[in-house]
């Protein structure tokens, strides 16, 4: 009766770790996923990202996180303004990182927001969180730009333009 007890026990334990390691696997696998094409049920963007044209493959997503926004202010004529980005992907292997301009700027509000963005890896990419960083200019700066709000899957980070 005892060695019944400890098969089950052992058997309950084992399905317990398949169930959890197929939800990981979920995880991979939304992690890693393409884009959204026409015809394929997915739920709609974030609002805070561009909209997708219906039939259309985008070549980057959105990375996982922003994890700092630094602006700096170049004296020319007319003003520019370095942007630089770091954030976190969820694996290795990203490549092609860089800043998407949402259009249309928030010109009017007095900001001006990017999608930090990269290609996802198409083979085997470590299974860790991973830093990325990019830089851009926005040249020229319009002068009723004051903030500057970047956007990743999962969160976003505002700053303010100092002049």
Not at 63 to 73: G, I, K, L, M, Q
Request: with cysteine; aromatic share 4%.
């Amino acid at each position: 009766m005892l060695a019944l007890g400890k098969v089950s026990a052992v058997m309950l334990a084992l399905l317990l770790a398949a169930g959890c390691d197929n939800q990981s696997q979920t995880k991979t696998a939304d992690a890693t996923a393409k884009p959204p094409t026409a015809g394929n049920e997915t739920q709609p963007p974030p609002s805070s990202l561009p909209p997708i044209e219906e039939g259309k493959e985008l070549p980057y997503v959105a990375v996982y996180t922003v994890n700092s926004v630094d602006v700096a202010v170049l004296e020319r004529n007319p003003a520019a303004l370095e942007i630089r980005v770091k954030g976190t992907a969820r694996t290795g292997g990203w490549t092609e990182v860089h800043l998407n301009q949402l259009s249309p700027p928030q010109i009017g509000m007095g900001e001006v927001g990017f999608t930090l963005v990269a290609s996802a890896p198409e083979g085997p990419a470590t299974q860790a969180l991973t830093p990325v960083e990019t830089t851009f200019v926005l040249d020229p700066l319009p002068p009723d730009v004051k903030r500057v709000r970047v956007f990743a899957e999962t969160n976003e980070v505002s700053v303010d333009i100092q002049r």
